[in-house]
């Protein structure tokens, strides 16, 4: 008999439920072990703790009690069912509607017909000629010559267009730029000036001065520059 | 009232099987009559469980109303005790695992207020607060055990029903039952033996 097998006889003899071919076996062990004197006295106690437990008090369990209660289930079942039948009402009808109108739109007088057998062309006559697409004219507010492009930059840089009195003459370079007084071109936003940072466009054709304002390379801080180029003759100043 | 009567004009010696007959085909006297002869058992069962009278009751209603809605499914092969404490098991078992805590906070406070308001009144006051003292440590303990220890426990050694009843009511085979009973009886000596010595007077 190995130590948890014991411990089961020893529980079993405390709580008086050793068969009696086996109660003297085990009572000789525990008076030779202490340790299993004291396992059985532990659950000895144990057993008669139970009996300390309080018997229940009196209860108000009258009948009446209990059939106000089952009355009050059983009628509030059907109303539960209803309900349940309701939401599932709703729901399907969700369902029939978002379908409905997903079919709809699918279904458009615009859309072809489907055609089953290909040799068949399906008679569209009957309905409405698409409506032909306004083509969008797009009337540049001032003639928009690409500038010489002298440097690859990034991408990042703003590109801004001076007013007319701040445009910075080819031979006026060592006047300030101010920078913060540019405004960004309205016709320039489709044009490719990828390499220009910021520049004045010219408010004529002729007028060739072009101010690019770089504000340095990407995540590079306070390496702002002003460049002054002349399309015409190639001309770059500053960097 | 009606069904009252009714139930004291059947006689004495109906079986459960007659009066569950009789409820299933509609006749509430039949099972008013098995509400009459099983709620006691119910209500101990469910006191030891939750230790709380208000719980005690409420749960022992809502096991007849339960049994009440589900006696088509009550099978004759099994006992009608075991059916209606397996209902009681498994209500106690979900009570008991939200309410723990909170069960055992008022017990405290309630068993603190009645050793001061019973003091005067028994015949031998130290052993009667020694034995409260002592009743209060064994309640601690089982309530501080996991509600399938304590629902074993009171069953076995509290109610003192017989392994095929416990089985039954368990759903399981007898020997997982004398199993589980062993199992809660380690872990009761486990949480009471600590208790115990530590309130003993240190000589």
Known sequence: MNSKQLEEKIIALAYGELDSNEIEQVRSTIANSADAAQLFEEFKSCRDAMSL???????????????????????????????????????????????????????????????????????????????????????????????????????????????????????????????????????????????????????????????????GERGVAGTSRAVETDSDNGITIGG | MEAAAAATRMPVMATDEALINQARTGDYAGFERLYELYRDTVYRFAYQMTHSRDEAEDITQETFVRAFENLHRFRKEAKFTTWILRIATNLCTDRARMHTRRTALEEQEAGGGLEWMTIGAVANPVEELEQERRAGLVRKAVNALPAHHRTVLILRDFEERNYEEIAAILNCTVGGAKLRVLRARRALRDRLVPLLRDSEPKK
């Open chain 1, 53 to 215: 437990l309080p018997a229940a008090p009196s209860a108000s369990l009258g009948t009446e009690r209990l059939r106000q209660r089952i009355l009050s289930r059983t009628l509030r079942r059907p109303a539960l069912r209803w309900g349940w039948a309701g939401g599932a009402a709703a729901l399907a009808a969700s369902v029939f509607a978002a379908f409905y109108f997903v079919n709809r739109t699918q279904t458009s007088p615009y859309a072809p017909m489907p055609v089953s057998n290909p040799g068949i062309v399906a008679d569209n006559s009957h309905r409405a000629a698409p409506t032909p697409a306004i083509e969008k004219t797009v009337e540049p507010t001032a003639p928009i010559e690409k500038p010489t492009v002298t440097k690859r930059v990034n991408r990042s840089h703003r590109v801004l267009r001076s007013r007319s009195e701040d445009v910075i003459t080819a031979a006026s370079d060592s006047a300030a730029v101010n920078a913060s007084s540019l405004v960004p071109p309205a016709a320039d936003k489709g044009a490719s000036f990828d390499a220009a940072v910021a520049t004045n466009v010219p408010n004529s054709p002729n007028d060739s001065t072009i101010v690019l304002i770089s504000s």
